[in-house]
């Protein structure tokens, strides 16, 4: 099992930066491809990015590869989102995700555990 926790949403403007940190309590005998998914008022939730066990595989969807990066500490498998360069329509709730597995896929069917999410809101 995995118990996932969201920090570091918040109100910022456009153009700003922001980090969001997934700190994650997981059994030490499996491995878990993480990632961050993010749900828009009225929208479906989409994929952000994801990354393997070690870090040293990730995904990045194309709406935000150049603005986005995301990362993991092995030690700590805590996950790190840095949003560079917001803009209005990144306003979402940012949930951190974690699949059993190695493989960072964008299909959150394949993700089980969720945190309870943290909010972004980016200002014009």
């Known amino acids: 099992q995995a118990q996932l926790v969201e920090y570091g949403g918040g109100l910022v403007q456009a153009g700003d930066s922001l980090s969001l940190s997934c700190v994650v309590s997981?059994?030490?005998?499996?491995?878990?491809?993480m990632g961050w998914f993010r749900q828009a008022p009225g929208e479906e939730r989409e994929f952000v990015a994801a990354?393997?066990?070690?870090?040293?595989?990730?995904a990045v969807a194309d709406s935000v590869k150049e603005r986005f990066t995301i990362s993991r500490d092995v030690v700590t498998d805590n996950v790190y989102l840095r949003m560079d360069s917001l803009i209005p329509e990144d306003t979402a709730i940012y949930y951190c995700?974690?699949?059993?597995?190695?493989?960072?896929?964008?299909?959150?069917?394949?993700?089980?555990?969720w945190g309870q999410g943290t909010q972004v809101t980016v200002s014009s």
């Open positions: 995700a974690a699949r059993e597995g190695d493989n960072p896929s964008s299909d959150d069917r394949m993700y089980r555990y």
């Open positions: 997981a059994r030490t005998d499996s491995t878990y491809t």
């Open positions: 990354v393997s066990w070690n870090g040293g595989r990730t």
